[in-house]
């Protein structure tokens, strides 16, 4: 049955200059099941103001603050009020900023890392709990259809065990001091203060979720070595982990912000008994498979003969590519119908549960910050997470 209108939502943080906010309007956007109704787009009411205008949303639901969103939002009827919270503030202020919305009885979509300490991360999980709210986190790369025919594979047998995984997610963009000419990304980035770790937190949590959706292996120990490559700078912005993994696989996991001329590369393999996976996201609609005995498949994106999960999470037919957009979208129309089945009572579909959740933001903030601790002893250290 459903419900019989969209689902609503308002935003913290994806105010003026904000690159990550407007790709989170974008993807909810995208398969036209939710509206944007409200927002506190800034820690500055002003900016916050010329966001909401520039959004053509009514004034009276554009708030100076977060607080004020949550309390107001909360006192409208029922059929007004929005269902859903999207926080894409730097990661310092996700903690607080869910934690009230949550509070205040509302679902919520958060960018990662969820928090930026394991304390905190552990207290909004209790707090999803305790509330029985849905909680996305918008790993967004697990979104794109051959990541989830991978795991399916994997799943299913179609490699044999899983020997070793290799992870690597390389970035140029701040080979320079950057954040030292004004840019606005860069200053909050490889800031301590706000981002909590730089590489690791960035695009390393990235990396460790792309692994871990994949094979479904947790770490048990790793050896990191974390550096700050750029003179001046006091937070990381380069990291060569080595990882032992539940089952005795084996993993190196690479990130990077310092590596000159790379733009986004991430790219995982995966080895197994029989065969391996591997897929590149700035190649996307491609996932190679190469076996033992006969010529590497190349698998494609958009048709019939991949798994139900990656068709469900396709839209448009072969040959005509899907990428960044659509897999963020994934992750908001998979939660936003969890969120629809949770307010009419009714049972998620097969493949609506198929998000990021609170879980994974836990175990994210406890990679990042067992690789920092790692890199200081620079020696092995246990991975595992029991909390």
Not at 252 to 277: D, M
Not at 367 to 380: D, H, M, N, P, V
Request: aromatic share 8%; charged share 25%.
């Amino acid at each position: 049955m459903g419900l019989n209108r969209k689902l609503r939502y308002g935003m913290v943080g994806g105010g003026p200059g904000s690159f990550i906010g407007g790709v989170h309007r974008k993807a909810a956007a995208l398969d036209g099941e939710m509206d944007l109704v409200a927002g506190a787009f800034s820690s500055s009411p002003e900016k916050s103001r010329q966001q909401g205008e520039e959004l053509k949303l009514d004034p009276a639901r554009v708030y100076g603050s977060y607080e004020e969103m949550a309390e107001k939002e909360a006192a409208l009827p029922e059929g007004e009020r929005i269902d859903f919270v999207s926080i894409v503030t730097p990661n310092f202020n996700h903690y607080a900023i869910a934690k009230t919305f949550i509070e205040h009885g509302f679902h919520v979509v958060c960018d990662k890392p969820m928090t930026t300490t394991l304390e905190d991360a552990e207290a909004l999980r209790d707090l999803v709990k305790k509330h029985d709210v849905v909680f996305a986190l918008t790993h967004n790369y697990t979104g794109y259809p051959l990541v989830k025919h991978a795991r399916h594979m994997v799943a299913n047998g179609d490699i044999g065990t899983v020997r070793k995984i290799v992870v690597e997610y390389s970035q140029g963009w701040l080979a320079t001091p950057l954040e030292d000419s004004g840019n606005k990304q860069a200053e909050w980035r490889t800031n301590p203060k706000l981002a909590g770790a730089g590489a690791l937190g960035d695009i390393g949590s990235h990396a460790e979720n792309l692994a871990q959706y994949i094979t479904g292996l947790e770490m048990e120990s790793m050896c990191a070595d974390v550096s700050s490559m750029v003179p001046g700078r006091n937070i990381d912005d380069d990291a060569n982990l080595l990882i032992h993994y539940e089952g005795g696989a084996r993993g190196i996991l690479h990130c990077s912000q310092i590596s000159v001329g790379q733009e986004n590369n991430l790219r995982i393999r995966v080895y197994g008994t029989t065969a391996s996976l591997e897929w590149h996201q700035e190649d996307p609609n491609e996932l190679i498979v190469r076996y033992l005995d006969r010529p590497l498949e190349v698998l494609k994106r958009g048709n019939a003969y991949l798994s139900d999960v990656a068709v469900h999470n396709t839209r448009l037919p072969s040959g005509h590519p899907e990428a960044f957009f659509e897999a963020f979208a994934n992750i908001y129309r998979n939660a936003g119908r969890t969120m629809v089945a949770k307010i009419t009572g009714e049972d998620p579909g097969p493949f609506d549960t198929d998000f990021p959740t609170v879980d994974d933001g836990v175990r994210g903030v406890h990679f990042i910050l067992t690789a920092l601790e790692s890199g200081r002893q620079q020696g092995w250290i246990d991975a595992s997470y029991n909390g």
